[in-house]
């Protein structure tokens, strides 16, 4: 089983700064298999990432992936009101197929 | 757009079975797609449960496969899951939800909705 493991647990910012969020996973995957999901307080999860770099359909382009291996990250290159929230990176495994998620880093407001 | 809506009793006794089912509109559960639950407990990490695929092909998180099963109702256009033997560490808010259109992503989600497992 490959473990993610999302880092910092909670990173304060301010409106307008830059957001650099980390997801490691335990074995190097294929970055087609990697995403991010934004959860807001009662909200379900939306899918910003998919493929470790490519945006949602209505995903601000604010918001960009990177990574490969085993190093990935979420981007968000001007912070907004509307994105202070829980991030989640996930992976899915194709053999047997199952979906894992990291534990979440917490974008609070400064 | 795709739709997806949980429904089902929001209590279960321990050692019952937590029965839910998520309508769709907008898509056919009959489509190549696959539809999966997930859950999360009260302050903690989604946690993938399982899926399925109109062909009756079903994949399960091997951690919940002795006690879970989904299936679907294509007159309904439904799936539904099931999960017995159920204790308070089952208490979460459970999501349906669906493969995204590109990529290996879970697009699509219903609103979730809270099952607590008390007596």
């Known amino acids: 089983e490959i473990v993610l493991t999302q880092s910092p647990g909670t990173l304060s910012l301010s409106p307008g700064e830059r957001a650099t969020l980390s997801c490691m996973t335990s074995?190097?995957?294929?970055?087609?298999?990697l995403a991010w999901y934004q959860q807001k307080p009662g909200q379900a999860p939306r899918l910003l990432i998919y493929?470790?770099?490519s945006r949602a359909t209505g995903i601000p382009d604010r918001f960009s992936g990177s990574g490969s291996g085993t190093d990935f990250t979420l981007t968000i290159s001007r912070l907004e009101p509307e994105d202070f929230a829980v991030y989640y990176c996930?992976?899915?495994?194709?053999?047997?197929?199952?979906?894992?998620f990291g534990q979440g880093t917490k974008l609070e407001i400064k | 757009q795709v739709q997806l809506q949980e429904s089902g009793p929001g209590l279960v006794q321990p050692s019952g079975t937590l029965s839910l089912t998520c309508a769709v509109s907008?898509?056919?559960?009959?489509?190549?797609?696959?539809w999966s639950w997930v859950r999360q407990p009260p302050g903690e990490r989604l946690e993938w449960i399982g899926e399925?695929?109109?062909?009756?092909?079903?994949n399960y998180n091997p951690s919940l496969k002795s006690r879970v099963a989904i299936s679907g109702d294509k007159s309904k256009n439904q799936f539904s899951l099931n999960m017995n033997s159920v204790t308070a560490a089952d208490t979460a808010v459970y999501y349906c939800?669906?493969?995204?259109?590109?990529?290996?992503?879970?697009?699509?989600w219903g609103q979730g909705t809270l099952v607590t497992v008390s007596s």
């Open positions: 907008g898509d056919s559960i009959s489509s190549n797609n696959w």
């Open positions: 939800a669906r493969e995204g259109d590109r990529g290996y992503s879970l697009g699509y």
């Open positions: 996930q992976q899915y495994d194709s053999s047997p197929p199952r979906y894992s």
């Open positions: 399925f695929h109109h062909s009756g092909r079903t």
């Open positions: 074995q190097s995957i294929n970055s087609r298999d």
């Open positions: 493929a470790a770099s």
